[in-house]
Every structure is written in C-alpha cells, then in structure tokens.
Nanobody, 122 residues
Framework: VQLQASGGGLVQVGASPRLSCAAS????????IGWFRQAPGKEREFVGAITWNGARTYYADTVKGRFTISRDNAKNTVYLQMSSLKPEDTAVYSC????????????????WGQGTQVTVSS
C-alpha cells in the first residue's frame, strides 16, 4: 500500500484546512488509518485515527474538538479536517496504515506515506 498525504501549506491562526491521505496499491484490503505529526526538534506525535469502515475515530487530547477524521473508501482517501489552528499545530503531518494494534503507537503501523507540511502563522 502506498500512501500520499497532501493539502498542507502556510495558513493563518484559526484557519481550517483539510488534509488528504490517498491510498494506492493493495487497496482491496482496507486498513485503519492514523495521522501523526512531527514538529522540528520534537518526537512524532499521534493526532488521530479512523477504523477501516469509518465507524470509530480516536483523537489526541491536543486536537480533540478541533480536528475531524473521515474517509471515503470509494476514493481510497482519508481526510483530516483541521480547524481553529494554533501556531503549535505547525508540523509535518503524515498518514499511516495498520491492520491492528495501538492506534497511538507509530511502531504498530504497517505503511507510511510522505508527509505534508502545515505551518500556522500568527
């Protein structure tokens, strides 16, 4: 499975951009998808995840209530709708796919895509 995150860029505080994670390859096997982010000088941080069928979502406390994850399996795409962005949300956002394990632990993920930079300017 190949994943590609897109939709990042330079945005203002309070903006509401939407990131996309497009899957290709063995998409006949539908994976759970998670979003992580990494800011300069910091460790990768769990942002949120969605089950393979979209029935459940999980969020880090730092983004709960501001970010929403959804998916369209017909388009092989998972979305991260961000809102009320803060400067501390500045990071490279990446998506990963996994069959099972701990949503919040990147070591349990099977596939990763290249990330997309989100810079929040005040």
């Amino acid at each position: 499975v190949q994943l590609q995150a897109s939709g990042g860029g330079l945005v203002q505080v309070g903006a509401s951009p939407r990131l996309s994670c497009a899957a290709s390859g063995r998409t006949g096997i539908i994976y759970n998808i998670g979003w992580f982010r990494q800011a300069p000088g910091k460790e990768r941080e769990f942002v949120g995840a969605i089950t393979w069928n979209g029935a459940r979502t999980y969020y880090a406390d730092t983004v709960k209530g501001r970010f929403t994850i959804s998916r369209d399996n017909a388009k092989n795409t998972v979305y991260l709708q961000m809102s009320s962005l803060k400067p501390e949300d500045t990071a490279v956002y990446s998506c990963g796919a996994f069959m099972g394990g701990r949503w919040y632990d990147s070591s349990d993920y099977d596939y990763w895509g290249q990330g997309t930079q989100v810079t929040v300017s005040s």
